[in-house]
């Protein structure tokens, strides 16, 4: 469920992304808000869930003793896990394909800026100051050109959530009696 959930933030986020590149259709961060607080929702829920299965395997692999640890690194050396686990490849290269789509995005933001004279580096009020020079027009170009960049980032990050979500249960794990059983099948 919350990988469908995740789903529909990424394809919203990806609509207001697209509509930043419609010069009629004025949107802005602050009405984007709702989307990039449930990305961050999601991804800080993916972050729980990760850092709760790893206390839990800490806890668990404590209780076992030293000859099952070593049996244990021993089945791991022989069958090592799969690259990502059984998430599928083409999975992994649209994750990298939204990364270099990132890294593009804030990197040409940044060389219009640069032609444009824009500063980044905001100090107090300057941001309100420089808004204040530019036509409704420009600001509406200025705010759709913030949400590209924020979207563009927290797409990514709601695709990592999707993926995670959606094939965090069909990783291939050892079962709970592992040491009495053999090595998984992978």
Known sequence: MIAVVALVVFLLNAGAHVA?????????ERQ??????????LFL???GTIMAGVCYELARMKRVSEEALCEYRDAIMAHPPRFCGSVPIWTVLLIGALALYVVGTVV????????AGIRQDWEGDDRERYI????????????SR???????????????????FTYRHAA???????????????
């Open 108 to 115: 040409a933001e940044g060389y219009n800026d640069h032609v």
């Open 132 to 143: 204040r020079t530019l036509t409704a027009q420009e600001v509406v170009r200025f705010e």
């Open 45 to 47: 829920a993916m972050l």
């Open 32 to 41: 984007a808000w709702p989307i990039l607080v449930a990305v961050l929702v």
């Open 146 to 164: 913030e949400l590209r960049m924020t979207s563009a980032m927290f797409g990514f990050f709601a695709f990592v959530c999707f993926t995670y």
């Open 20 to 28: 930043t590149f419609i010069d009629g259709l004025p949107i802005s």
């Open 172 to 186: 291939p794990r050892p079962p709970t009696r592992f040491f009495e059983t053999g090595p998984p099948d992978r």
